[in-house]
T-cell receptor, first 110, second 111 residues
Framework: AQRVTQPEKLLSVFKGAPVELKCNYS??????LFWYVQYSRQRLQLLLR??SRESIKGFTADLNKGETSFHLKKPFAQEEDSAMYYC????????????FGPGTRLSVLP | DVKVTQSSRYLVKRTGEKVFLECVQD?????MFWYRQDPGLGLRLIYF???????EKGDIPEGYSVSREKKERFSLILESASTNQTSMYLC??????????FGPGTRLTVT
């Protein structure tokens, strides 16, 4: 069964510190992996996806198939990064569910 | 600019009432989703639809039904609302890129 875990409910870091939000998944096959972000009072939106391999707002995420992980990283956290972050997985066939993790709330302290 | 809209931002209903939540997208997407979002549980999929009149159960369909009569519109129905359905409900649509576009959400309170 598809499953996404995010072990940290809350992660607090100081401004300028590195940040890593962990995501592990289980899926039989090659899934699409995503990170979605929800800033305060805004709608949920895509932050990045593994196939694009791009950096968005300084965040990167590498898919590690051996460890079935897709951790989100940023070398220097900013206060505006404070938000709720969800890791998500999708299969490739229509009719396959999207599965979201439980989310990690990132708080960047001044 | 892509748009997913939901009929209400806030709703308060009584136990036993029938509740309709509507979602409209203007991107001509085939796939639409309904989730509920609860603290500590993340987003849980209620139902999704991959075409007009087609629907599939998600992880927590009990107590809910859906309707998709037109491509742009996907409705979530609570036949008889209960207090444990108090939650934030999110609608999303998705095209061929597998990116989901979310609506602003409807916060439903059942008293």
């Amino acid at each position: 069964a598809q499953r996404v875990t995010q072990p940290e409910k809350l992660l607090s870091v100081f401004k300028g510190a590195p940040v890593e939000l962990k995501c592990n998944y289980s899926y039989s096959g090659s899934p699409e992996l995503f990170w979605y972000v929800q800033y305060s009072r805004q709608r949920l939106q895509l932050l990045l996806r593994h196939i694009s391999r791009e950096s968005i707002k300084g965040f990167t995420a590498d898919l590690n198939k051996g460890e079935t992980s897709f951790h989100l990283k940023k070398p220097f956290a900013q206060e505006e990064d404070s938000a709720m972050y969800y890791c998500a997985l999708s299969g490739h066939s229509y009719g396959q569910n999207f599965v979201f993790g439980p989310g990690t709330r990132l708080s960047v302290l001044p | 600019d892509v748009k997913v809209t939901q009929s209400s931002r806030y709703l308060v209903k009584r136990t036993g009432e029938k509740v309709f939540l509507e979602c409209v997208q203007d991107m001509d997407h085939e796939n639409m989703f309904w989730y509920r979002q609860d603290p500590g549980l993340g987003l849980r999929l209620i139902y999704f639809s991959y075409d007009v009149k087609m629907k599939e159960k998600g992880d927590i369909p009990e107590g809910y039904s859906v309707s998709r009569e037109k491509k742009e519109r996907f409705s979530l129905i609570l036949e008889s609302a209960s207090t444990n359905q108090t939650s934030m409900y999110l609608c999303a649509s998705m095209g061929g890129t597998y990116e989901q576009y979310f609506g602003p959400g409807t916060r439903l309170t059942v008293t």
